[in-house]
């Protein structure tokens, strides 16, 4: 692939006497907004300096800019996103993005499986992922379950994710798993958690709030995120990532050829660099992105940071993207009319 981008640069080059040949082609990228200096040095700097192309790169949440994929899908302004799977899956039904070549992708083999196709019909690949679980103070209690949650030893002392944010609908996941429920819907685990609605201490709407709960002792135990690990250690509290015998979930962010694109190569070439071994190291070593490529090592310390391993990524369940759009309104609807009345 680097050879590749180095052609593309050459070509470029020797037609720089010629002004029609001599005009830098621009990729477009609609890229969440965290960590952008990161990602400059790791990804957008070194990706131009091989394809002698000049990167654009507007910022935002998923659904924001999913919404502006829509607004301006008979002219697009963007040439590659990054979403999430569910999004995405929407945006391909919406048909606002354009299958991946894989053949464009020499990093495809490289990657976990779940992270190859996650919407299908080729229109995304995973670029990132994260699990979520339980964290605890190991020094007070233990967690082996996910219905431990509601034991009386963590009565009053447990924080949960609301039904709006991305963790709230992975918590439901594993707890309609763990009692045996069976609804897409979440029914089983939205009656659990109504039924205890009393003893939790806080629906949190930011996963910035846990390590502040922990350290003033309000509670004990909360579903988080891993992205969130590294800031609940940096606390100094004896603290535990929960491995449940049910399992961990988890989630995952994807990158997607916009439909209508006239950059369709390069865009394949910036996601394929994405990918690659060299980009995806930077990243994990930032700690910025837990990475999918499966050829990527980190020291302990860095992957104690990070979702990170074959046995780990294993261990998590992800919620498919297509039940995801067909059920998030009943997961609103279920808890709004349950838990938050």
Not at 142 to 164: C, H, Q, Y
Request: proline content about 4%; charged content about 20%; hydrophobic content about 45%.
């Amino acid at each position: 692939m680097t050879r590749r981008l180095f052609s593309t640069a050459a070509a470029l080059a020797l037609g720089a006497a010629t002004p029609a040949l001599a005009q830098v082609p621009t990729l477009t990228i609609s890229v969440y907004g965290i960590a952008q200096d990161e990602y400059k040095a790791a990804l957008y700097d070194p990706f131009e300096a091989i394809c002698g192309c000049r990167l654009v790169v507007e910022t935002g949440n998923s659904s924001e800019r999913l919404a502006k994929l829509e607004a301006n899908r008979a002219a697009p302004v963007i040439d590659v996103a990054a979403l999430s799977d569910a999004d995405a899956a929407e945006a391909a039904q919406k048909g606002l993005i354009q299958p991946i070549d894989p053949a464009a992708i020499t990093n495809l083999d490289s990657l976990y499986d779940f992270a190859r196709d996650p919407v299908g019909g080729n229109h995304a690949i995973g670029y990132t992922f994260y699990g979520t679980s339980i964290v605890y103070r190991s020094d007070e209690v233990s967690v082996d379950s996910w219905l431990d949650l509601f034991s009386d030893e963590l009565r009053g002392r447990v924080a949960l994710p609301n039904i709006t944010t991305t963790q709230g609908p992975l918590a439901l996941y594993m707890i309609e798993r763990a009692a045996g429920g069976e609804s897409d819907d979440f029914d089983t685990a939205i009656a659990m958690v109504a039924e205890h609605r009393d003893d939790i201490v806080t629906f949190y709407e930011r996963g910035s709030q846990i390590p502040q709960l922990l350290q003033q002792e309000e509670i004990l135990a909360a579903v988080v995120g891993r992205f969130g690990w590294s800031n609940i250690l940096r606390t100094g509290l004896p603290v535990a990532w929960a491995e449940p015998a049910e399992g961990q979930t988890g989630g995952m962010n994807v990158l997607t050829v916009v439909e209508g694109t006239e950059q369709a190569e390069l865009a394949h070439q910036f996601i394929d660099f994405w990918l690659s071994t060299e980009v995806q190291t930077r990243l994990a070593e930032g700690l910025i992105d837990s990475p999918v490529n499966t050829t990527v090592t980190v020291s302990e310390d860095i992957a104690e940071g990070l979702t990170y391993g074959a046995e780990t990524a294993a261990a998590i369940s992800f919620i498919p993207p297509a039940v995801q759009l067909e059920h998030r309104n009943a997961w609103i609807e279920g808890w709004n009319n349950n838990v938050a009345r």
